[in-house]
């Protein structure tokens, strides 16, 4: 089989990673780069220590509205669709690159594979949640990472095209999870000098819109770790860098460490030792759960409720009071429960392509 895969974003990167891997073993893959992440910390780094192969097209987009960048994304695509002519197309998540790529297939009628599919929060004021919906209802294959996964499908009628895998991060984290060492993680922070991880932290990731947007709600989050018995290790979003910076002078914060980005193996050893994560991410949710660390979410809606048990995964409001509550929680982790599958979903994917 010929598979055309579009990746654009870190998540996507992670998956495949495992997925291509396997993939490669038996079948052709040509690699399409939207650019939708497209620095050296948010995309090549990725590339290189995950070893994933060399894109063979980097569409070069990104930035821009919503509306305006899924235009030109699914106009490239299509030009790689038409010229590559694969048995299918091979997707990941719910960015603008999956959304794009879906939608240049389905009026090509090359038949779309979604990997995480079924995946709801049920927000729709939440961009991803519409790339996620549509992917699915025009999509031949739709691969779930967990059973709350199928369930939705069921609810849409989607059922008799779906398949429960598991989750290629759980593959991911397993496979990477002690490839890098603490003692050997230098931190570039973002006034440019380097620092070591402290003996104790805190893990944050912040990088929604809805987060960020404007001084009141970064400033509480940053009030939140400020107040805490450790530093906070914080990589910085591109495009958050300059109010991060000016809040932590404006505000006298002395207890934040504000990086550059890092890459995948340098963030899940720091989920792996860290003392408790907080995060507005759907990915480093997972990663701090198949790590057995405790998590704030702040969020308005549930990502994964397979990870909101046992206090294990809470969601905050971007309030001070809220989020110190939320991590003074303890969490109860049930032996036995892993609701992300059994580290083999790549493996399942593929079967499952060549199955169809």
């Not at 992917?135 to 779906?162: N, P």
């Amino acid at each position: 089989m010929k598979i055309v895969t579009v990746i654009g974003a870190r998540p996507q990167f992670i998956k495949a990673a495992v997925v291509s891997q396997e993939l490669r073993k038996k079948h052709t893959e040509v690699l399409v780069h939207t650019g939708q992440h497209f620095d050296y910390n948010m995309s090549g780094q990725f590339f290189e220590e995950l070893d994933i192969p060399e894109p063979d097209y980097n569409l070069g987009i990104s930035g821009g509205s919503h509306a305006a960048m899924t235009g030109k994304m699914m106009m490239g695509v299509e030009e790689v669709l038409l010229k590559e002519k694969p048995d299918w197309l091979l997707l990941y998540g719910d960015t603008n690159s999956t959304l794009a790529a879906a939608l240049a297939a389905a009026k090509l009628y090359i038949p779309i594979c979604h990997v995480e599919a079924g995946a709801r929060t049920h927000c729709m004021t939440n961009p991803e949640e519409i790339n996620r919906v549509c992917t699915d209802h025009v999509s031949a294959l739709l691969l779930a990472s967990t059973q709350s996964g199928m369930k939705e499908m069921e609810i849409e009628g989607l059922a008799d095209r779906a398949c429960l895998v598991g989750d290629p991060m759980y593959d991911a984290f397993i496979r990477y999870s002690r490839k890098k060492t603490l003692e050997e993680i230098e931190f570039k922070t973002l006034e440019g000098s380097t620092v070591k991880v402290p003996a104790e932290y805190y893990y944050l990731t912040c990088h929604r819109e809805e987060n960020t947007k404007d001084d009141k709600d970064l400033t509480e989050i940053f009030t939140a770790m400020e107040r805490l018995d450790a530093p906070t290790v914080y990589p910085v979003h591109p495009r958050n860098k300059l109010r991060a910076m000016r809040l932590r002078k404006e505000q006298g914060f002395q207890n934040l460490i504000l990086t550059e980005p890092v890459g995948y193996l340098e963030s899940i050893c720091l989920v792996n030792h860290a003392k408790k994560i907080v995060t507005d991410s759907g990915g480093l949710q997972r990663e701090a759960f198949f790590a057995g660390k405790k998590c704030v979410t702040i969020l308005d809606f549930v990502c994964w409720p397979e990870t909101m048990v046992g206090n294990r995964n809470t969601l905050a409001a971007p309030k001070a009071d809220d989020i110190q509550e939320k991590l003074a929680e303890e969490q109860t982790i049930e032996e036995g429960y892993q609701p992300f599958g059994d580290g083999h979903a790549g493996e399942k994917i593929v079967q499952k392509l060549e199955e169809f």
